[in-house]
């Protein structure tokens, strides 16, 4: 995954992951490109192919914390595909000005493609135990509030923190008890 000095290790294990958009360009701030996103992630969750603690979407990035057999072959679908339909989806909508900067900022090397929707890596951290794995949930849960979004964790809709709560999110998650 990208040429990050970060690794995923223990792929089974839980990973704590920041996935961000190239340039910090707000992208999720627009509905329509964070449901990519959150339908993504709910496929990926449904059949089976990662298991999903904990996740918030913010304007730019996301974090997760979540665990495959195969990881970080998960995480790369994952970003490819969500990146492929975010863009189809701006080309769709004739958002010249954003496609544009996602092509300004392409990493020059990739050039078997015209635009770069995510950074790349995703930055796994493993997950090394149970206070680690509540700290990094309180982390993500946190990040919008700490933004000033938000005055408590559960009010952010692109965030597992309501289902930590016994209420309905947007993504089934497996809470971590």
Known sequence: MGRSRYT???????HFLT??????LP???????????????????ENKRINLFAFVIMENHIHLIAS??????????FKSYSARSGIDWLVKKNNHVVLTELNL???RHKKDR???????????QLIQNEEMMRQKIEYIH???????????????????????LGLPGMI??????
């Open 105 to 107: 900022h392409k990493i």
């Open 114 to 124: 015209e635009y770069q929707f995510w950074q790349e890596g995703a930055h796994p």
């Open 142 to 164: 946190n990040n919008p509030v700490v933004r000033g979004y938000v005055d408590k964790p559960e009010h952010w809709r692109y965030s597992s923190a309501r289902n930590y």
């Open 172 to 177: 089934e998650i497996s809470k971590w008890v």
């Open 27 to 45: 992208l999720f701030s627009k509905p329509a490109i964070a449901k990519i996103v959150i339908d993504t992630l709910n496929f990926m969750q």
């Open 19 to 24: 996935c961000s958009i190239i340039h910090w």
């Open 68 to 77: 495959s057999p195969n990881l970080k072959s998960e995480i790369s679908k």
């Open 8 to 14: 995923i290790r223990e792929e089974s294990k839980p």
